[in-house]
Structures are given as structure tokens and as C-alpha cells.
């Protein structure tokens, strides 16, 4: 695969994920120390202890660009940070994390790539790579390495009590 691995399975196979329901449905609210825009382009410009919530969703980062060119609905968020993060509350009340140097939020079709320094971690496993594209909504992931470097992957496995 010429220092490219691909993991095309679902996430952490130890459990389910969706994102809860009401989340995709709820305004999306940026908060920032500082807001530039091109009314023009359709582009803001967010500074400084930016945060994205969308529902249980919440982006963190130092810099964020809001491209909504595209149209309503088809907005896209650019998050970058040393890291920038991911969380997410799913349905059976776990949590989905990750941090990246940048994380790109496509609302159109609900996906995330992490780029730089990606990883992804939730109830204890993780995926770590140069590139990780989560679609939010069909559950799959994908990851990429370096040039190399590989992928990794640590599933973590379910601890049962005896009775």
C-alpha cells in the first residue's frame, strides 16, 4: 500500500456509535475572544478560545475559518490548534474524543477530517494517524499514515465483573 494503511472498519469494534439524534438538529454556536468576516465571501474568521458546540458536540481550537460559500447547509469549519479537539456525547452516553492539528467539519455530509498529529479515542481504545476521516453520521473511519509510519490502533477490551 506504499505508506498508506487504510482501516475501514467500524470504530473501536468493541462498541456502537451514534452521535445523539438532537445533535444534528441544534444551531451550531461559535463563541471567540475575537470575529473578522468577508460579507462578500461568505468567510468568517474566529481567534482566540474558539469553541464550536453543535448539541453534545464541542470543537475546541485557537483558530477557526467558517466557510459558508456553499450555501446554508453546506458550511465548512476549519478548526486549527496546537491541538485543536473533538468531543461528542453518543447515544449510550459515552464519549468520543479527538485531537488533531486541524479538523476540518463538513456539515453537509456530517464529516470530520483530523489532519496532523490525528487520533481518536473512546472508551479507552484508540486510532492514531496523519489522517483520520470520521463521518459522524455512518459511523465509518478511515485512517492514513506517513510517510514511514503506520497507522495505530489499540482496542481496549470490555472488563466484566464476576458475579
Excluded at 461559535?30 to 474558539?50: G, L, T
Amino acid at each position: 500500500m506504499n505508506n498508506k494503511l487504510w482501516l475501514s472498519v467500524l470504530f473501536f469494534a468493541t462498541s456502537t456509535l451514534h452521535a445523539a439524534p438532537a445533535d444534528f438538529t441544534q444551531p451550531i454556536d461559535v463563541q471567540a475572544d475575537f470575529w473578522e468576516a468577508s460579507i462578500q465571501n461568505n468567510i468568517s474568521i474566529y481567534r482566540e478560545n474558539v469553541e464550536v458546540r453543535q448539541g453534545t458536540m464541542l470543537i475546541t481550537a485557537l483558530r477557526l475559518e467558517a466557510n459558508a460559500s456553499a450555501g446554508s447547509g453546506n458550511e465548512v469549519l476549519i478548526a486549527t490548534g496546537t491541538p485543536a479537539t473533538y468531543s461528542q456525547t453518543l447515544e449510550d452516553g459515552k464519549e468520543v474524543k479527538a485531537q488533531a492539528n486541524e479538523i476540518r467539519y463538513e456539515l453537509a455530509s456530517r464529516t470530520l477530517t483530523l489532519t496532523g498529529n490525528a487520533e481518536m479515542s473512546q472508551s479507552g481504545s484508540l486510532v492514531q494517524g496523519a489522517v483520520i476521516r470520521y463521518n459522524i453520521a455512518s459511523q465509518q473511519i478511515s485512517a492514513e499514515s506517513e510517510k514511514n509510519r503506520r497507522v495505530t490502533t489499540i482496542f481496549t477490551p470490555e472488563v466484566k465483573e464476576n458475579p
